[in-house]
């Protein structure tokens, strides 16, 4: 009974250990997001991504859809690391995410996020994380 009793309190400890570790990493990337990052190093970054999403939804409204959608693949695995925007590259064995399972043809707005991109890469080159562009999309 005795020996029961210190697992249960060594498996209580362990639990909170864990939760107040998970509480801090989880803080400290709520820092790291915040809404303007962009203002001093690319100011114009997510006016070019919001026009250019909402020139597409204007043109087919079930783009949203789509673009919600990659968000969610990229996001859902290993958080969002932008891996879903990553192709193929020809001659190489291993299949981007892009062309995996059930990804492989059903993914629509990747051409939007392409088109942000290469706005914003000519107004502010090498600035904006790929992973943003994506995040900066969905809102």
């Not at 962009?38 to 020139?55: F, G, L, S």
């Amino acid at each position: 009974m005795m020996k029961m009793l210190r697992v249960v309190t060594w498996f209580t400890k362990l639990s909170m250990l864990c939760m107040l570790l998970i509480a801090i990493d989880t803080t400290k990337a709520q820092h790291q997001l915040k809404l303007g990052f962009y203002r001093t190093t690319c100011p114009a970054a997510e006016k070019i991504v919001r026009d250019t999403v909402n020139k597409a939804v204007t043109a087919n409204p079930g783009m949203a859809a789509g673009i919600l959608r990659l968000y969610f693949h990229d996001c859902f695995v290993r958080g969002c690391d932008a891996s879903l925007l990553l192709k193929t590259v020809p001659g190489d064995e291993t299949e981007s995410e892009q062309d995996a399972g059930a990804n492989a043809g059903t993914l629509r707005g990747l051409e939007i996020i392409d088109q942000a991109k290469a706005k914003i890469e000519i107004a502010c080159p090498k600035t904006v994380s790929c992973a943003d562009y994506n995040g900066l999309a969905q809102r």
